[in-house]
């Protein structure tokens, strides 16, 4: 007998394709679910500004979404702290999935642990997907100002509650998994990458880039990509640039001058914030260097460096969720000679970079389908 799966899926950022690094997937997600004919999938999504409300409700018009709620004054602030993210989810929003949760849904799939804000009581058919994870991320980094410590136990305190409201959890690595595990071994875990539409990105594609250029990517008020960064700067580069004078540094990302600047010693150093397009410096660069030491969940920049065919070095936590690349397509090392050693190889070896590209395009479109993730979620469900 035919049976035909109902599931809300519930976000905390829109669905669109040239977003956030979440925001591509969900949208990715939402599509490649509606193509079956055994799923019956509706949205209800957060969107942080009102442009983006406007493209998913146009991309989506039979969802629900909702603008986070205007905040300000002290009782605002204290809130921030007090409840990390909730400040996502409006008053209409938590009705709506109130009143959506009482429906004959099978499953109700949660994005991210900020969207477990809604959930005030046990939900059986619940399931939350983890991103990343403050108490792994935030484990080593020293925050300068007391404000910001205290954010920081808070958020890595609430992560636990949060989790806690739900039976099966979903993780996009199998280090989260191990993690939330020594917290509570008892409930039932699932680990599936999430990845972004290659189609987006080929259409951009060009030739190997054969100047001596390295480049990294990532948001400079994320911790781990913070440490990369800082890392590259101060223990890397100048040895890298001793072996190749004229090798160029990009470092490219939210408020990257503003926590880098201080740090850069010559003009082989070029850093780039908030960017409206992403894109050039992809196609514009010979090497992807990102060695963070710490660093949770998919890297969706390095799934982004794969697909514009931009050879890879990074550490085993940048590589987390894409394991099975390890060495055949991506240079993974930990240690500073090491990661010296092969940046310099690559930049002096452009048949060598090519290759690596190559490999690591053809192996990702391979093992990182989209159809392969979806089948495994489905798995999932009917799990539950």
């Not at 977003?19 to 193509?35: E, H, P, V």
């Not at 408020?255 to 514009?284: G, H, Q, R, T």
Request: some cysteine; aromatic content about 10%; proline content about 4%.
């Amino acid at each position: 007998m035919y049976f035909m799966k109902k599931v809300l899926l519930v976000l905390n950022e829109a669905p669109l394709p040239n977003r956030s690094a979440a925001g591509k997937w969900y949208y990715y997600f939402i599509n490649n679910m509606r193509i079956r004919n055994d799923i019956s999938l509706v949205v209800l999504g957060a969107c942080a500004e009102v442009k983006h409300l406007e493209e998913a409700q146009k991309i989506f018009p039979q969802d629900f979404f909702f603008l986070y709620p205007k905040r300000s004054g002290l009782f605002s602030k204290i809130e921030t702290i007090a409840r990390p993210f909730s400040y996502m989810f409006s008053n209409e929003m938590q009705l709506k999935f109130q009143e959506l949760s009482t429906q004959s849904f099978d499953i109700i799939h949660l994005e991210q642990i900020w969207s477990l804000w809604l959930v005030n009581k046990p939900l059986k058919n619940a399931l939350v997907s983890v991103h990343y994870l403050n108490n792994i991320d935030q484990k080593n980094f020293e925050h300068k100002k007391m404000k910001d410590k205290f954010l920081s136990m808070m958020q890595k305190r609430t992560e636990r509650k949060l989790i806690n409201r739900v039976s099966t959890i979903k993780t996009c690595s199998e280090q989260i998994k191990t993690e939330i595990k020594k917290w509570f071994p008892n409930k039932k875990y699932f680990s599936i990458p999430f990845i972004i539409d290659s189609k987006i990105i080929a259409s951009k594609r060009v030739e190997a880039n054969n100047n001596k250029s390295v480049v990294l990517i990532g948001s400079m008020d994320w911790p781990p990509s913070f440490l990369a960064a800082k890392r590259v700067m101060l223990e890397l580069w100048p040895s890298i640039l001793k072996a190749v004078p004229e090798a160029k540094l990009v470092i490219v990302g939210w408020n990257a001058k503003k926590n880098l600047e201080v740090l850069k010693k010559d003009n082989s150093i070029e850093i780039f914030e908030n960017v409206a397009d992403i894109a050039p410096y992809f196609l514009n660069n010979s090497i992807m260097l990102y060695p963070p030491t710490v660093g949770s969940g998919n890297k969706i920049k390095l799934q982004e460096a794969i697909l514009y065919k931009l050879p890879i070095i990074t550490t085993e936590s940048g590589i987390e969720g894409l394991e099975t690349l390890k060495d055949r397509s991506i240079i993974v090392k930990d240690s500073n000679i090491e990661l010296i050693k092969e940046t310099i190889s690559l930049l002096n070896d452009p048949l060598k970079r090519e290759k690596l590209a190559e490999s690591a395009l053809s192996q990702y479109l391979e093992e990182y389908s989209i159809s392969k993730i979806i089948n495994h979620t489905l798995e999932m469900y009917d799990s539950m």
